[in-house]
Structures are given as structure tokens and as C-alpha cells.
């Protein structure tokens, strides 16, 4: 194919996400990220999945293909659960099983794809973390894969590649609460504490899927041509060239994949309901004065946890709207009774007026832009950071699982906000640490450095035509590493 050929032609993608609503969105934005560039995207799910995803904007619907291949049935898990989001986290690895499931759907899919004269051949197969057994069916058919992993590239880069773990292995909870050994430019702030470590290890064994997360990860890295992360250089500086190095395959970022002007929680049908009522409780506080707390739907909490964390908000005083989540363990609240059941008893009647507790789907994008909100208590999850980025808001940080221990020591490294004390060893937290950390980023003066740092970044991110080129030269990349394996 000629140079002007190759630049013009459009590709054929087929993107694969983990079954779960946090890895689906991004899929789904960079999804339409391609097809607004005039590429034709097929993103394949579970019908449960595919039901509930957001509609996909008119104009682009024509060039997103959404496939549901047929759910797996499962020993242990209920029925009709086809992703995180519909069994506790102590179910995820029967997910894993499901996934693993649709390699026999998936080979019938492709095989239908590649025979097809009209067109249908994929250029591309983009999947996530844990589809080990894809690479070997998508090379019996001669198409190229991609990796696309939407948990933070920093912890991918500590976690590091097979030949760092073979050259100095690491087991116990001490060896992930310390900066890998293997890579002298990591920064020595970035490491798990104790605590959280657990999670690393566990990571790094098989487990009732039969396969080690980690192991899963490093197939994919391994057996596809380069792997796109959702991040950029301003967020992270220096990764993208030292997963590079550390992984002998080209590290490529996407953006953040998030546009900030069309932020206005109207675009979600499965907003609809929540986002007037919860909005428009914002519009009534003044600027910059309310906390938005949400700690994702997996945050193993416990009920005490959940007592200290609202006892310390009512400690500190401020303006809150809390996106409210069931402890694990406990079935989901679905009344505003049941909800009250859960917390500190007469808390919602003390707070009432300056606080709301919000069980249903908040649509967290819009609130984060909405003029009110003065920074995100938040448990770290990458896509949650980087949209409280997005909108300039500073992060009041409790972690928990995966990555978003690594997230909040990189967040506060970059000075936009600050962890929630904690005992190093369990990991308890109380009411103090809760007020303290809210106190310091919302009234206290050293807040405003951690506000000044998080709008000189939003500045930086608002760029979209900066956030536009990253997209251009990974759709460079698509049509180069086709051609030539790199
Ligand atoms: C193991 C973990 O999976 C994580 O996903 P999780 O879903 O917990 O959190 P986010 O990435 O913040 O994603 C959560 C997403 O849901 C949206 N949302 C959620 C609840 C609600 O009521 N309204 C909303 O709009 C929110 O805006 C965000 O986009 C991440 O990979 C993380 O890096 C990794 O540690």
C-alpha cells in the first residue's frame, strides 16, 4: 500500500473489555474516539452487558457495533450475573471463568469475521488484562492484537514485566510496601503500604479462575504488538517511555478520553433519574463548598468503616454529597430507610441541610464539573482520579484494592491532595484521620495549594486539541504496527 493509501485507509477494530461497567466505559469512549476518526469499531460484550452500556451518540451508532456473545454459565455464579458489577468482590474470579468462557464464542465470531467477503475482516483486536487465551486464536487467523489497560500505568510500570519478577522475585507483603528493586528511576514515594499489599501478592498467584491476574497480564503485554493505556505524559510524566523500556513493547497513550465540555450528565439514560435530583441539590450550594464522596462499587468496606467515614465527615464540618454504596457483604440499600439503617444513628437528621447521601447511579461526571463541588473524597479508582482531574477538583484520598493504593501515592506526590491517615499494618482508619484530611483540602490554607496544583493540571488537560493528538498518533500507530510487528 502506497504512503497516501495507508494514511487514508480506515481500519476494522474489534474491542474487548473485562466484564466489568469500570473497563467498558473507557472501551466505549475510545470506541467512539475511532469511529468519530471514521474507523469501524465492534465491541463485543455479554447481552446483559450490552443492554446496560450508554447509547452511543447518533452520528457515530453507525460505526459502533455492539455484539453480545452468549454469557457462560458458570458453577457458583448466579444467574444472569455478567459482570463485577452484579456479584460481591470476593466473586470476581467466577467473572474471570466467564471470560475465559467466551474464547469457544469469541474463535466462532472471528472465524465468521475473517471469512467474510464484505468487508468484515478486523485489522484489530484491542482487549483487555485477562483474555490470555486470545492472542493464540486472533494468530491463527492472522490478525494483529493490542492491549488496552484502563487501571493506571504507573502501577503497571511497579508491578513490572516476568524477567524483573524472575530476576528479583517478590512474595511477601514487605516486598510490595518498597519501590521495585529492578527499576532505580521509580520513584521512591510510589509503593504499597502494608496493608494494601496484600492485594500485589494475592496478584501474583493463581487463583479460583486458575490463573494469576498477574499472569494473564503478562500474555497479553507479551503476545500482542504494543499496549494503550488511558493516561498522558501531563498526568503522568516519564511513564509512557519507562513502560517502554521495562516491557520491551511500545507503551502508547490514549488521553485521558474524557472531553470536558460534554460533561453535563445528559448523555446517560441510566442518569436520567438521579442526575436531576442530585444536580439539582448542587445548584443550591454556593461554589466550591461541597465534598463529593464516592469510593466505587468494589471498595471492600466494612461497617465500621462506613460509621467512621461519615462520623468524620460530620466532624469536619462541610458541605458533602455522598455517593452511597453498600458495605460488601451486605445487600444493596434500596430505600432511603435502609440507607439510614446503615449509618450512625440520628447522622442524617444532624446533617441534613448541608448534606446529601445518594443511593442510587450518581452521574459523577457532570458532578464533578458542577461549579459547587470543591474536591472528591474518593477511593481511587483511575477513571474517578482522572475525571476529579479533569475538573481541576483536589482529591481527598482512601484506597483500597489494585492499583489505587499506587494512584493516591502518585496523586500526592503531584501535590493535588492527600491520604486519609491510616494505621500502616490493618488499615483502620477513624473519624479524626476522616475530618483531618477533609479539613485540609477544603478549609484549611495548605487547601489551597492542593486546589492551585489540581487547576494548574485541569488547564493542561482542557487542552483538547493536545488531548485530540493523542488519539491521532495512536490511530498512527494502529495503521504502522499493522504492517510491520514491532
Ligand atoms: C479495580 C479497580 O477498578 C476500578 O474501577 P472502579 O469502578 O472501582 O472505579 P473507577 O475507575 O473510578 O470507575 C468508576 C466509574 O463509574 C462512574 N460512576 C460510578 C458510580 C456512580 O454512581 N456513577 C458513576 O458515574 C464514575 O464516573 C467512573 O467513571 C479502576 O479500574 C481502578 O483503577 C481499579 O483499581
Redesign the pocket.
Known sequence: MNEAAATTKKLNLVLFPWL????M?PYLELAKRLAARGHAVTFLSTPRNVARLPPVPADLSPRVHLVALPAPVVDGLPEGAESTADVPPEMNELIKKAVDGLAAPFAAFLADAVADDGGRRPDWIVMDFCHHWLPAIAEAHGVPCAAFL???PTAIAFLGPRWAQAAHPRTTLEDFAAPPRWCSSFPSAIAYRRHEAGWAVDAFRPNASGVSDIERMWQIIERTRFTIYRSCDEVEPGVFALLTDLFHKPAVPAGVLLQPDIADGNSSSR?AGARSEVLQWLDRQPPKSTIYV?L????PLTASNLHELALGLELAGVRFLW?FRKPSGMSAPTSSTDVAELLPAGFEGRTRGHALVWSG?????AVLAHAAVGAFL????????I?SLVFGRPLVMLPF????GL?ARTMAERGVGVEVARDEVDGSFGRDGVAAAVRSVMVEEQGEVFASNAERLERVLRDQRRQDQYMDELVGCLKRYKEDSC
Open positions: 466489568a461497567f469500570g473497563h466505559i484502563i487501571v493506571q442518569s464516592a466505587g462499587s468494589e471498595a455517593a447511579w450518581v452521574p459523577q461526571v474518593t477511593h481511587c479508582g483511575w477513571g474517578s482520579t475525571e484494592v489494585v492499583d489505587q494512584i
